[in-house]
């Protein structure tokens, strides 16, 4: 995590470093991840940043702690919490999950990359901890939602939201190719917003709300 010495610097500094090496980390695996190249496009001395941080672990721990915040944060700030249908909140989650996304394309990579990190036992560890808080978040949605009959209860519901989770987490991937693009090529080009309509993104939202709908909601559920 990092030293005083960091919340010390000037918060245009703070920021410039946080988000060169989102970047960094975004473009490359955390083994590959360069520290050196970090410290040269933030114009600073590599000395300067063992000053900031431990090492490039705690600079990454850090990354994930700022990276999840901010967009939980934003979140918070936007979800609509008094909707009682949970297709239509969770539409609206993912809706506003994926807009910060796209608006916040090197932490979305970043987040994806850290979710996914194998490197090592400690770094798996982290990313287990990552997907469970993610799962326990949507699972009480989906308590919730059985309660009120609108899920199905003959499926148990650490499964439901596992896959519901699963796929929530990877739709990142299939708009690459639904739409495509690569991140990276992206973010190498300087380009972190993706030319995406709201009215493309709220179309693909519904046909997943539906297929959820025809696997997870009663059988026996009356239709209007």
């Not at 114009?43 to 900031?52: D, E, P, T």
């Not at 209860?153 to 596992?162: C, E, N, Q």
Request: charged share 30%; aromatic share 12%.
């Amino acid at each position: 995590m990092p030293k005083q010495t960091f919340f010390n610097l000037p918060e245009e500094k703070r920021n410039k470093i946080i988000n060169i090496s989102l970047l960094e980390f975004a473009q490359h695996s955390y083994r590959a991840a360069s520290l050196s190249r970090i410290v040269e496009k933030a114009g600073i001395a590599k000395g300067s940043m063992y000053q900031y941080f431990k090492n490039k672990k705690g600079l990454y721990l850090y990354l994930i702690d700022f990276a999840t915040n901010r967009k939980l944060s934003y979140l918070d700030r936007h979800l609509d919490s008094s909707i009682e249908d949970f297709y239509i909140l969770y539409k609206q989650m993912i809706f506003l999950a994926v807009k910060y996304d796209l608006g916040n394309l090197g932490k979305s990579l970043f987040t994806y990359n850290a979710l996914n990190n194998r490197s090592d036992k400690e770094m798996r560890e982290i990313a287990m901890k990552m997907k469970e808080k993610k799962r326990n978040f949507l699972k009480k949605y989906i308590i919730t939602a059985q309660e009120r009959g609108q899920i199905r209860k003959d499926v148990g519901v650490d499964l439901i939201t596992w896959i519901i989770n699963q796929i929530g987490m990877n739709l990142g991937t299939y708009m690459g190719i639904k739409f495509n693009f690569n991140y990276i090529n992206l973010i190498e080009k300087g380009i972190l917003k993706l030319p995406i309509s709201d009215k493309e993104l709220e179309s693909m939202l519904d046909e997943l709300i539906e297929i959820f709908k025809n696997g997870f909601e009663p059988k026996n559920k009356s239709k209007a």
